[in-house]
């Protein structure tokens, strides 16, 4: 029986991980700031920034993706992702609204998958 071929997985999608958890990774360092100060922080935190910014250009300009589409997927996963690290990682709470806004913001994901 022979298998039904795999679809490839768009180039861009590598990318578009790489520019989130990049900021996702800034975002940890600038709590990390806020809670215990330290200019090397908020130096690191800049540099995964730069990063970021530097992968979305490549992606943007080689893979073919739109802005529109690319940068919706973008603040809904880093806002998706900096919620998940806010409740789970530092314990901060969510309002009944906040949470609806998060079930939305996956509901957008799955739509545009």
Same mark, same amino acid.
């Given at each position: 029986?022979?298998? +039904?071929?795999?679809? %490839?997985?768009?180039?861009?999608?590598? $990318?578009? +991980?790489?520019?989130?958890?990049?900021?996702?990774?800034?975002?940890?360092?600038?709590?990390? $700031?806020?809670?215990?100060?330290?200019?090397?922080?908020?130096?690191?935190?800049?540099? $995964?920034?730069? +990063?970021?910014?530097?992968?979305?250009?490549?992606?943007?300009?080689?893979?073919?993706? !739109?802005? =529109?589409? %690319?940068?919706?997927? $973008?603040?809904?996963?880093?806002?998706? !992702? =900096?919620?998940?690290? !806010?409740?789970?990682?530092?314990?901060?709470?969510?309002?009944?609204?906040?949470?609806?806004? %998060?079930?939305?913001?996956?509901?957008?994901?799955?739509?545009? !998958?």
């Amino acid at each position: 029986m022979a298998l +039904a071929p795999v679809a %490839a997985i768009p180039v861009w999608v590598p $990318f578009l +991980a790489a520019v989130v958890t990049l900021d996702l990774i800034a975002d940890v360092i600038s709590k990390e $700031f806020s809670l215990h100060g330290g200019s090397w922080r908020m130096a690191l935190a800049a540099s $995964f920034v730069v +990063a970021g910014n530097l992968t979305w250009q490549f992606m943007l300009r080689t893979s073919g993706v !739109g802005l =529109a589409r %690319a940068g919706l997927l $973008f603040a809904v996963g880093v806002a998706v !992702g =900096a919620t998940l690290i !806010g409740v789970f990682g530092y314990g901060e709470g969510l309002t009944d609204r906040q949470k609806i806004g %998060a079930v939305l913001g996956v509901l957008v994901l799955l739509l545009l !998958g």
